[in-house]
C-alpha cells in the first residue's frame, strides 16, 4: 500500500485504482480533487471517484478489496438517494476512498470523457471538467456551486452544448443552476 501515514487519500486512491484497472473497472475521480484540477483548492480527507457497477457487482468488488487488505463499508442508498451505492475503502491509516456507483441523472457517456492527469507516478483518470460542473449542480450547495463557478471561470474552453446537455440530464434544478452560473 502506499499510503504510509494519515491524510494521504490520494495515494490510497493510486492502490483502489490499481485494483479497478486489473479488474477492467471504468472510474472517474471526482470530489475535491476533480475540483482542485478544474482550479477550486479545499482541502477534504477523503477521496472520490465514480464508477458504472451494479449494487451486485460492486458487492463483490467489495470482497476482493477485503482480500486485499483493506477496510470495506458497503452502503446502500434508499429509493431517494442520488446515489444507489457507495464503497467505502480504508487503510490502517485512517485514509478514506469513497467509490460511488453510479449518480441519478448521470450520462452514460462520462466515463468516455475523462481527463488523464498524471499523480504520484501514475495517471489518474478525472471526469471532465463539463461533467464535473454538470455534477456540482446537481450537487447544488454552496460550496458545489462555488467549484462550478471556479471550473467554468478557469475554462480555457468549454463545449457549452454538451455542458448544457449533461446538466438537463440531473433535472430541471441543475439545468437551473448551471444557466444562472453561465449568466
Excluded: W
Excluded at 485504482?17 to 483548492?41: H, K, S
Excluded at 429509493?79 to 441519478?104: F, S, T, W, Y
Excluded at 507516478?121 to 467549484?147: H, N, W, Y
Amino acid at each position: 500500500m502506499k499510503a504510509k501515514r494519515p491524510g494521504q487519500s490520494p495515494l490510497l486512491l493510486l492502490d483502489v485504482v490499481d485494483v479497478l484497472a486489473r479488474e477492467g473497472i471504468d472510474y472517474a475521480v471526482v470530489g475535491a480533487l476533480a475540483a482542485a484540477v478544474y482550479g477550486a483548492i479545499r482541502a477534504s480527507a477523503d477521496a472520490d471517484a465514480l464508477v458504472s457497477l451494479t449494487v451486485g457487482r460492486l458487492s463483490r468488488l467489495a470482497k476482493l478489496f477485503e482480500k486485499e487488505g483493506f477496510r470495506v463499508e458497503l452502503r446502500r442508498g434508499d429509493p431517494e438517494d442520488p446515489i444507489p451505492a457507495m464503497l467505502i475503502i480504508g487503510d490502517k491509516h485512517q485514509n478514506r476512498v469513497d467509490l460511488l456507483c453510479g449518480l441519478r441523472g448521470l450520462d452514460p457517456q462520462t466515463l468516455s470523457r475523462t481527463l488523464e492527469v498524471p499523480f504520484g507516478g501514475a495517471t489518474l483518470r478525472f471526469v471532465s471538467r463539463e461533467d464535473f460542473i454538470a455534477m456540482k449542480c446537481f450537487a447544488g450547495g454552496p460550496q458545489d456551486l462555488e467549484d462550478a463557478r471556479i471550473a467554468l471561470k478557469t475554462a480555457e474552453q468549454i463545449d457549452l452544448d454538451l455542458l448544457r446537455k449533461v446538466a438537463r440530464r440531473f433535472g430541471r434544478a441543475s439545468a437551473d443552476a448551471l444557466e444562472t452560473l453561465l449568466t
